[in-house]
């Protein structure tokens, strides 16, 4: 059985600060993880050799794809292949991408133990999971992203934007007129859609 060898290809992404690099293999079997120079990249040595770069402030690995996040002061037609060219070369030449796999949670931390009693919140909450995990979150990591629900108190939804969303100007109106506006119509209980700062 032979290797087939990884190819990657560059995908724009709406932020315009993120650049979408795409395996056509499995580069991440858990949950999308998110990387700045602040972070600890000891779980991806792929992340930090890319982190060394001085134009790139972030790197966020999901399924099969890396989103990387360069500084204003260089413009893409400039870094862009010799980024595809080093994530290829790196995973053809047996580089780890993640050390460890991150398993997203479901539930919220943030609801007062006393709300996490109420067998009605507690069901709103796995609808909103549920529309997230089936509608939006598809569309939101094809643009490079990740969306994760935090919490749901008094018909109010926090979520967390990562990876292309964060810091898109895009962002707010993608989370108020196509978040918000899907998860009223499938969870009439919703009012709000807000999106917290990881």
């Known amino acids: 059985m032979t290797n087939v060898p990884?190819?990657?290809y560059a995908e724009m992404t709406p932020n315009p600060s993120v650049m979408k690099f795409v395996a056509n293999k499995v580069l991440n079997a858990g949950s999308p993880v998110d990387f700045t120079t602040s972070s600890d990249v000891s779980t991806s040595p792929l992340a930090a050799k890319l982190l060394n770069f001085p134009f790139v402030e972030g790197v966020f690995v999901a399924n099969n794809y890396v989103s990387v996040t360069k500084s204003h002061q260089i413009e893409w037609d400039m870094v862009m292949t010799e980024l595809r060219e080093f994530v290829r070369d790196f995973i053809n030449d047996g580089g780890v991408v993640l050390t460890e796999v991150v398993i997203r949670e479901t539930?919220?931390?943030s609801i007062p133990s006393a709300e996490a009693l109420n067998v009605a919140t507690c069901e709103i909450d796995q609808k909103i999971i549920d529309a997230l995990d089936e509608y939006i979150r598809p569309a939101v990591e094809s643009d490079?992203?990740?969306?994760?629900f935090k919490s749901y108190v008094?018909?109010?939804v926090n979520v967390v934007l990562r990876g292309a969303c964060s810091?898109?100007?895009s962002s707010t109106v993608t989370l108020k007129q196509g978040i918000e506006g899907l998860l009223k119509k499938l969870v009439p209980e919703v009012t709000e859609v807000v999106s917290e700062a990881l």
């Not at 490079?144 to 994760?148: A, R, V």
Request: charged share 20%.
């Open 107 to 109: 539930a919220t931390t």
């Open 167 to 169: 810091g898109c100007p």
């Open 144 to 148: 490079g992203g990740s969306i994760d």
């Open 154 to 156: 008094d018909g109010k």
């Open 6 to 8: 990884v190819t990657i």
